[in-house]
């Protein structure tokens, strides 16, 4: 039986997309009599414990919980770095605190053998970190297909569906005023993520609601177990999210596999998610553009048919769990396998 370490810091069992992703690994591999070792990083010097010589993937995450003890690990480890966004991409953050994690992973992602990245984007940027091109995969997730779609959706658009913990880089602020502009039509929204991960932007994003007059019109239900998620997606006629940057787009991804017709933004790898047979994009950060895209979605039945079943056809296209894990598996195969940066050779 193979071994590996998986690194993730703190809890494996979040409920974010990254999280997701490295669960969903986990488990297909496990699927396979590999044997996976999850090591929940709460602090540094877990690394120490592991047996040279031993492949392990290290979420990006975890890289500032590591920041001592990477450098002599990456000697007497094969590390491979599971980078779902750069650190610094995070909207909010200081400019300071910016700059302190770009030269954190800049340091950093060069001393792994290499970097798994869920799209060409955040490959892109992960190249823009001095790390070799020869030595960065890209590995996009795979997409929960459900085994009944309902029927396509011809009628109008009225129930709105947004699937993002509130957090500033998801654009909550951006989608409120958007919809702030739409009180003449008939619409709601289900807001389905976790209420606790920045209790300011929950607190700020409640105010903008109320202010809006829109507070029995948009639900914060906060976080929902899978079959709960899924449930909102076939309920909802359209989905909606206006994040400002995102390594992948999952909940973009398995909204069109449930035949949704969305709205969303350009923001980093959403474009390679989403044609433009299955939505409507707009530029991050334009409450303008995001409120004429969801008139369209709204108004125009006939468009949000168009969309949905574009989307069925783009979601057809997308790698399921099993394809996905086949991928990332040979992916981190071949990077664990190169020498160190600097080597003689790769």
Known sequence: M????FVVPGRLDQLTGGYLFDRRIVEGLRGRDRNVHIVELENGGALAEL??????????????????????AAKRLRLVAFVHHPLAEETGLPHAEAARLAGLERR???LFRGVLCPSHRTAAAVASLDVAPA????????????????PL??????????????????????LVAALAQLGDLDWNLDIIGSLDRDPAAVAVLRRQIAAAGLTGRIALLGEQPPEGVARAYMAADGFVLASRHEGYGMVCAEAMAHGLPQVTTTAGAIPEVVPPEAGLLVPPADPA???AALRRLIAEPGLAAS??????RAAALLPDWNEAVTAWETAFRRLAALRMAGSASL
């Open 289 to 291: 553009a995001l409120a």
């Open 153 to 174: 959706r011809g009628g109008p658009v009225r129930k709105l569906l947004c699937i993002a913990n509130v957090i500033p880089r998801k654009g909550y602020d951006v």
């Open 135 to 150: 030595r960065i995969a890209v590995t996009p997730p795979g997409t929960e297909k459900p085994d009944r779609l309902a």
């Open 108 to 110: 950093l992602l060069p």
């Open 307 to 312: 969309l949905a079943a574009g989307a069925r």
């Open 2 to 5: 193979e071994r590996l370490a």
């Open 51 to 72: 047996p040279d010589g031993l492949p392990a993937a290290v979420d990006g995450l975890a890289l500032p919980l590591l920041e001592t003890d990477l450098p002599q």
